[in-house]
C-alpha cells in the first residue's frame, strides 16, 4: 500500500504543480472576473450530473469488488469489468444530451445570482464542456481498472494532464480573445487521458472478453455488483446537490465570490489531493483484500503520521492565510481586494482541513471493507450540516460562510467515522496535544509579517522550528515520530 500511495503521491505532486501554474495564470489574467465565475461554474454544472453517475460506482464499488474478483477468478473480474463497461456508455450518452439540451435551465438553477452575459458565457462553456464527457468517464474507468491491476500511471497523470489542458486554454483564450477556449481545454485533456488509457488497457490485455461463464453468472455478477453499490446510490444525489448548493450560495454573494471560492479550494484540495487520495485509493485495492485484524493495524499505524502532518498545516493556513493568498495570486488582474475576499473563503476551510484529510481516509477504509450503508448515513449527515451552514448563514456571515460549511463537513465526517472505525481514543490523546500546540502557534504567529516572499521564508522557518520543539517536549508525539521513521526505515532495508 505505501508503494502504491507513494506512485499516487508523486503523480499528485506534479499535477497540482501544474495546477497550481494554472491558477496563478487564470488569476493573473482574468482574475475574479465574469470570464473566471463562468468557467467555474462550467466545470461544476458538467461534473456535478458526471459524478452523479460514475462516482462512486467506480471507487467504492467496481474497485474493491475487481480486486477480490481479480484474486480468486479473473472471469469474473472481466466480467464486472465489460458490465460497468456498458452501464458507463449507457451514463454518457444520457449525460451528453443533458448538458446539451438542457444547459440553459441547468445554469438558470445552478448560479441564480449570475445576470445574463455570465449566464449565457456559462452555457457555452457547458456544451463545450460536454463533449469531454465520454472521455473523462472512460478515463476514470479504464485508470480503475489499472489499480484493480496493482499500477497506478493513469491516475497519477490525471490531474497533470487536466491542468495541462487547463493551461493552454487559459493561454489560448487571453490570446485570442475568446474565453470558450478555457472549455476546449478541458475537453481536449480529457480525449487525450481516454485515448492513453485505451492504449495501455488494451496493450497489456487487462480487458479481455469473459470466457466459460453462463449467464447466470453474469446475472450474478451484476447483483453482487449491485449489492456493493446500493447502498451509495443515494449518496452521489447528496454529494453533487451539495456541490450545486455551494455554487449557488457564492453566485447569490457576487460574482467576485463565485470566482474566488475555487481559487481558495484549490489551496485545501491540493493538500487532500496529496495527502488523503493516494492513501484513500491505494487503500481502497489493499484493505478490501485483507482481513480486519490487518487493516485495523494498518490504519491504526497511519493515522498518527497523518494526524502530525495535517494539524500543523492547518493551524499555519489559517493564520497566514492572508500571506498565502497574497503570495500565489496577487498579481495582474488579482488586486488587493481579491486577495481580501479569497483569504476569508481560505481561513473558513483551512480550520477544518485535517479533518477532511483524515476523514477521507477513514471513508475509503469503510468502503473497502464493504460497509457503504454506513459511509451513506454518514455522508448524508455531513453535506446536511455544510448545506444548512451556508444556506442557513451566508446572509449574516458572508462569504466566510463557504469554508466554515466545509469545515464543519470535514468534522462531522472524522467523528462519525472514527466512532465506526473504532479509532477514538488513539485520536483523542493526541488532537488534545497538538490542540494545545495549535493555540500556542495561533498566539505566536500574530506578531509574524503579514506579506511578501521574505515575509513567507519567515513564517516557513517559524513553522518548522516551532512544531519541531513541541513536538519534541511531548513524549507521545516523539514516539509517533520516532515509529514512523523506523517503519520507513525498515522498508528501506
Known amino acids: ?72 477468478d479473473p472471469h469474473r473480474a472481466s466480467a464486472l469489468f465489460w458490465l460497468v463497461v456498458a452501464l458507463m456508455a449507457i451514463a454518457s450518452v444520457l449525460i451528453l444530451l443533458l448538458l446539451f439540451l438542457g444547459s440553459p435551465y441547468w445554469i438558470k438553477w445552478l448560479v441564480p ?5 455570465e449566464r449565457a458565457r456559462t452555457v457555452q462553456f457547458v456544451q463545450v464542456m460536454g463533449l469531454g464527457v465520454p472521455f473523462y468517464i472512460a478515463g476514470g474507468l479504464f485508470s480503475y481498472l489499472e489499480m484493480g491491476h496493482n499500477s497506478y500511471s493513469l491516475a497519477s497523470a490525471r490531474a497533470s494532464l487536466q491542468s495541462t489542458g487547463m493551461i493552454a486554454g487559459t493561454l489560448m483564450a487571453f490570446e485570442f480573445h475568446q474565453p470558450v477556449m478555457l472549455a476546449w481545454g478541458f475537453t481536449l485533456a480529457y480525449l487525450i487521458f481516454a485515448s492513453w488509457g485505451l492504449g495501455r488497457v488494451m496493450s497489456r490485455g487487462w480487458a479481455p472478453l469473459p470466457a466459460g461463464l453462463s449467464k447466470s453468472d453474469f446475472a450474478e455478477i451484476g447483483r453482487e455488483f449491485w449489492r456493493v453499490v446500493r447502498p451509495l446510490m443515494l449518496l452521489p444525489v447528496l454529494l453533487q446537490g451539495n456541490i450545486a448548493a455551494e455554487r449557488a450560495v457564492a453566485s447569490l454573494l457576487g460574482i467576485a465570490a463565485s470566482a474566488s471560492l475555487d481559487y481558495a479550494k484549490f489551496i485545501t484540495d491540493t493538500g487532500v489531493l496529496l495527502l488523503a487520495v493516494p492513501l484513500g485509493l ?5 484493505i478490501s483484500q485483507m482481513e480486519d485484524s490487518q487493516s485495523d493495524s494498518l490504519l491504526r499505524g497511519l493515522l498518527p503520521g ?23 495570486y496577487q498579481r495582474g488582474q488579482f488586486g488587493p481586494e481579491a486577495t481580501n475576499l479569497t483569504q476569508t473563503i481560505l481561513w473558513g476551510f483551512a480550520i477544518g482541513f485535517w479533518a ?10 469503510l468502503s473497502a471493507k464493504l460497509r457503504n450503508t454506513e459511509v451513506f448515513r454518514f455522508m448524508a449527515l455531513a453535506l446536511a450540516t455544510n448545506a444548512a451552514i451556508n444556506f442557513g448563514l451566508y446572509w449574516v456571515l458572508g462569504p466566510v460562510v463557504l469554508g466554515i460549511g466545509g469545515c464543519a463537513y470535514g468534522l462531522v465526517l472524522l467523528v462519525l467515522s472514527t466512532r465506526a472505525l473504532n479509532l477514538g481514543r488513539l485520536l483523542v490523546g493526541r488532537l488534545a496535544w497538538l490542540a494545545l500546540g495549535s493555540i500556542g502557534y495561533g498566539v505566536m504567529s500574530i506578531a509574524l ?13 517559524f513553522f518548522l522550528a516551532y512544531w519541531a520543539a513541541f513536538i519534541t517536549l511531548v513524549p507521545s508525539l516523539r514516539r509517533d515520530v520516532t515509529t514512523a521513521m523506523e517503519k520507513l526505515r525498515l522498508r528501506n532495508v
Open 306 to 328: 497523518l494526524l502530525l502532518a495535517t494539524v500543523p498545516a492547518s493551524v499555519a493556513l489559517a493564520a497566514h492565510s492572508h500571506l498565502v493568498i497574497a503570495t500565489i
Open 282 to 286: 491505494a487503500g481502497l485495492s489493499a
Open 113 to 117: 445570482g449570475f445576470g445574463p452575459l
Open 449 to 461: 509579517p503579514k506579506e511578501g516572499f521574505i515575509a513567507l521564508a519567515e513564517v516557513a522557518a
Open 356 to 365: 477532511q484529510v483524515v476523514s477521507y481516509v477513514l471513508m475509503k477504509a
Open 1 to 72: 500500500m505505501l508503494k502504491a500511495s507513494m506512485k499516487l503521491f508523486s503523480g499528485s505532486l506534479l499535477g497540482k504543480l501544474a495546477g497550481a501554474l494554472r491558477e496563478v495564470l487564470l488569476a493573473g489574467l482574468f482574475g475574479t472576473s465574469g470570464v473566471v465565475a463562468a468557467l467555474r461554474a462550467a466545470q461544476s454544472a458538467t461534473l456535478i450530473p458526471v459524478n452523479f453517475f460514475t462516482a462512486d460506482s467506480l471507487s467504492a464499488g467496481f474497485l474493491p469488488l475487481y480486486s477480490r474478483y481479480r484474486k480468486d
